[in-house]
Nanobody
Framework: QVRLVESGGGLVQAGGSLRLSCVAS????????MGWYRQVPGKQRELVAS???????NYEDSVKGRFTISRDAAGNTVYLQMNSLKPEATAVYYC????????????WGQGTRVTVSS
């Protein structure tokens, strides 16, 4: 059973920073890709950043240079450091875990709200 628990959302002024954390439980996290998605009402959930088991990262274009995704040594905690935040970053942020293809499936956290005021 995989469980993802997020923390770190909140209200911040434009230009400020927030750090999101996501702790994964279960035996498959070591071999999985983990990432952060965000969603605003009326729009599809979109990928913000991801990091695979080899620590290779991928970012959505609008956050490159401002957001950093990282993973702890054990591989079960993923962080999203968000700097120079803009009001358009306001959304619910979801942690995601994708097991290896041979295992299949995908898992989501409950979401944490980020609000950036102008």
């Amino acid at each position: 059973q995989v469980r993802l628990v997020e923390s770190g959302g909140g209200l911040v002024q434009a230009g400020g920073s927030l750090r999101l954390s996501c702790v994964a439980s279960g035996s498959i996290f070591t071999f999985s890709t983990m990432g952060w998605y965000r969603q605003v009402p009326g729009k599809q959930r979109e990928l913000v950043a991801s990091i695979d088991r080899g620590r290779s990262t991928n970012y959505e274009d609008s956050v490159k240079g401002r957001f950093t995704i990282s993973r702890d040594a054990a591989g079960n905690t993923v962080y999203l450091q968000m700097n120079s935040l803009k009001p358009e970053a306001t959304a619910v942020y979801y942690c995601n875990l994708k097991p290896p293809r041979a295992v299949g499936g995908t898992y989501w956290g409950q979401g944490t709200r980020v609000t950036v005021s102008s």
